[in-house]
T-cell receptor, first 114, second 112 residues
Framework: KAGVTQTPRYLIKTRGQQVTLSCSPISGHRSVSWYQQTPGQGLQFLFEYFSETQRNKGNFPGRFSGRQFSNSRSEMNVSTLELGDSALYLC?????????????FGDGTRLSIL | AQTVTQSQPEMSVQEAETVTLSCTYDTSESDYYLFWYKQPPSRQMILVIRQEAYKQQNATENRFSVNFQKAAKSFSLKISDSQLGDAAMYFCAYKNDYKLSFGAGTTVTVRA
């Protein structure tokens, strides 16, 4: 069974631009979560999608948004990029997001802001 | 809000020896799950082991085992017979209904 696939693997953008990251979950998984990983803040929860609906959201500004499609694939968008948005963005999937289910992670997208 | 604390930024272990990574957490819930994830330089987060809070028996997965002390809110990971491939950053994580809360991580170095 294929794992979680994130594209692209690397991105370089400049301040003020916007970016879209993509995540394809494990087949059959309907819950997709996004995390931001930085050296200073560690791993922080961004949001979780299930059945095309955002169910939960972390403490991030509105510049961070996402969506989920009917095939459970998810995209994350960051608008008006800031230097502090440079990070590794990780996507994780699980069957339906219940607490007893581990989340399976992709390789991440490394976003660098110049 | 749940907080997860890993007090050891770095640990070094000789190949074939044992190393224990500590983790404490804070929660007011009684039903939750705890996980250890490994992140090698390739950066993919890999699930190592999980523990259900309502189970007293400590989880074991091959060379990896945990010492779960619910009253003390402690969840340590023991890596036995350490191998060079175990070198990575290890994250302790707490899961409630929908999200994982991670500790800051412990970098494990394995000496040949």
């Amino acid at each position: 069974k294929a794992g979680v696939t994130q594209t692209p693997r690397y991105l370089i953008k400049t301040r003020g631009q916007q970016v879209t990251l993509s995540c394809s979950p494990i087949s059959g998984h309907r819950s997709v979560s996004w995390y931001q990983q930085t050296p200073g803040q560690g791993l922080q929860f961004l949001f979780e999608y299930f059945s095309e609906t955002q169910r939960n959201k972390g403490n991030f500004p509105g510049r961070f948004s996402g969506r989920q499609f009917s095939n459970s694939r998810s995209e994350m968008n960051v608008s008006t990029l800031e230097l502090g948005d440079s990070a590794l963005y990780l996507c994780a999937s699980s069957l339906d997001g219940n607490r007893n289910q581990p989340q399976h992670f992709g390789d991440g997208t490394r976003l660098s802001i110049l | 809000a749940q907080t997860v604390t890993q007090s050891q930024p770095e640990m070094s272990v000789q190949e074939a020896e044992t190393v224990t990574l500590s983790c404490t957490y804070d929660t007011s819930e009684s039903d939750y799950y705890l996980f250890w994830y490994k992140q090698p330089p390739s950066r993919q987060m890999i699930l190592v082991i999980r523990q259900e809070a309502y189970k007293q028996q400590n989880a074991t997965e091959n060379r990896f085992s945990v010492n779960f002390q619910k009253a003390a809110k402690s969840f340590s990971l023991k890596i036995s017979d350490s191998q060079l491939g175990d070198a990575a950053m290890y994250f302790c994580a707490y899961k409630n209904d929908y999200k994982l809360s991670f500790g800051a991580g412990t970098t494990v170095t394995v000496r040949a």
